[in-house]
């Protein structure tokens, strides 16, 4: 079965400082992964999929297949990043989604 | 506004009552999903629909009943055989194919009193 690991649950960074957010998966198929950001008072949206391989509000993400990671990354945290971060891997017929547990992201001023 | 729509924001209910959450959604979207939001436990998947009049357990369907009769709608039954039913709920809906996003609905928050 398909599973999603995100160690930290939560992760404090200053302003301007570099953050790592870290997704690990198990899966045994070709796996299709994304980022989900939950900010405060808004419903969980798209940050960014692997398939696009684009940078979406500074954030970048590469697909690691040999070490089964989906860092998040951004070379300098603003403070409109705090947020709810999940990493999730769609699989199945219908694509449905597994979701990591979350990392709540703190910028610090 | 378009796109996800759950009634209602909050929902109480009482032991041995069943009640239904609503999902609406207009972008004429294949496939809808129910998720449950927990602290500390990310989101798990309840039901999952790819086409009307048809729909699969998830990881956590017991307790739960699903109907999807119509292409925009997908409402979500929480039986008095889920014993712990307080949590957030969380509809979304795809396309249902490879590498396209879910969009998520607002939630409801469901709680016993």
């Known amino acids: 079965a398909q599973r999603v690991t995100q160690p930290e649950k939560l992760l404090s960074v200053f302003k301007g400082a570099p953050v790592e957010l870290k997704c690990n998966y198990s899966y045994s198929g070709s796996p299709e992964l994304f980022w989900y950001v939950q900010y405060s008072r808004q419903r969980l949206q798209l940050l960014l999929r692997?398939?696009s391989r684009e940078s979406i509000k500074g954030f970048t993400a590469d697909l690691n297949k040999g070490e089964t990671s989906f860092h998040l990354k951004k070379p300098f945290a603003q403070e409109e990043d705090s947020a709810m971060y999940y990493c999730a891997l769609s699989s199945g017929s219908a694509r449905q989604l597994t979701f990591g547990s979350g990392t709540q992201l703190t910028v610090l001023p | 506004d378009g796109g996800i729509t759950q009634s209602p924001k909050y929902l109480f209910r009482k032991e041995g009552q069943n009640v239904t959450l609503s999902c609406e959604q207009n972008?004429?979207?294949?496939?809808m999903y129910w998720y449950r939001q927990d602290p500390g436990q990310g989101l798990r998947l309840i039901y999952y629909?790819?086409?009307?009049?048809?729909?699969q357990k998830g990881d956590i369907a017991e307790g739960y009943s699903v109907s999807r009769e119509k292409k925009e709608s997908f409402p979500l039954t929480v039986t008095s055989a889920q014993k712990n039913p307080t949590a957030f709920y969380l509809c979304?809906?795809?396309?249902?194919?490879?590498?396209?996003?879910?969009?998520f609905g607002d939630g409801t928050r469901l709680s016993i009193l």
């Open positions: 692997h398939i």
């Open positions: 979304a809906s795809s396309q249902g194919q490879a590498n396209q996003p879910q969009h």
């Open positions: 629909s790819q086409i009307v009049n048809d729909f």
């Open positions: 972008l004429n979207h294949d496939a």
